[in-house]
């Protein structure tokens, strides 16, 4: 069984569109997270939910808006995609905000913007 | 402001060869956790080990082991008699607890890519 798991795994697409990704998790877990990782490999947080409720918004442009219809769900929407958008994303879970809970990461989504 | 640094971007060694993967912090926080996870060439993050502050009991797992020195910030990982199948990027992670939003978030190092040859 598929702890986190994220939709699609690999997303190409032009600049310009508007493009979402899914991630879900099964465990239960209250906090949600979406992370970028960059072409040199930098891990970097963008945004966290705790039971729906936006707790963390880094320094992220506007274009990318994250909605989490659910505690189980948190998706990540992109509009007008530039070239530097092109990276993996990974969503995570972790049970409580501030918990010694390790986050639980799903297997990240590859986005190339062409 | 959490910082975690990992000074060796690369690390190459021979197959049953011990390697440690260095990891020094940053943080205000009296209280807080360090991570370290594992993102073989398939590319996702495997969690390895979490410690938090108040414990400086240096941990073993097999072939794996930490050492958490609190005097010297530092959270050095070791794999003794390394495989080929160690070959992957390791991350070490740092998560404070000073108000709940910091607590929340996971300050990355900027990795140490670790490869074993045969």
């Known amino acids: 069984d598929t702890a986190v798991s994220q939709t699609p795994k690999y997303l190409v697409t032009q600049m310009g569109n508007d493009k979402s990704i899914k991630c879900e998790q099964n465990?239960?877990?209250?906090?949600m997270y979406w992370y970028k990782q960059d072409s040199k490999k930098f891990l970097k947080i963008m945004f966290s939910?705790?039971?729906?409720?936006?707790?963390i918004n880094e320094t992220v442009p506007n274009r990318f808006s994250p909605k989490s219809p659910d505690k189980a769900h948190l998706n990540l929407h992109i509009n007008s995609l530039e070239l530097g958008d092109s990276a993996v994303y990974f969503c995570?879970?972790?049970?409580?905000?501030?918990?010694?809970?390790?986050?639980?990461f799903g297997p990240g989504t590859r986005l190339t913007v062409l | 402001a959490q910082k975690v640094t990992q000074a060796q971007t690369e690390i190459s060694v021979v197959e049953k060869e011990d390697v440690t993967l260095d990891c020094v912090y940053e943080t205000r926080d009296t209280t807080y956790y360090l991570f370290w996870y594992k993102q073989p060439p398939s590319g996702e993050l495997v969690f390895l080990i979490r410690r938090n502050s108040f414990d400086e009991q240096n941990e073993i797992s097999g072939r794996y082991s930490w050492n958490f020195q609190k005097s010297t910030s530092s959270f050095n990982f070791t794999i003794t008699a390394s495989q080929v199948v160690d070959s992957a990027v390791y991350f070490c992670?740092?998560?404070?607890?000073?108000?709940?939003?910091?607590?929340?978030?996971?300050?990355f190092g900027e990795g140490t890519q670790l490869t074993v040859n045969p």
């Open positions: 939910y705790n039971n729906k409720e936006l707790i």
């Open positions: 465990l239960g877990h209250d906090t």
């Open positions: 995570a879970s972790s049970q409580g905000r501030g918990s010694l809970s390790e986050q639980f």
């Open positions: 992670a740092l998560r404070g607890s000073f108000g709940e939003t910091s607590g929340s978030r996971l300050t």
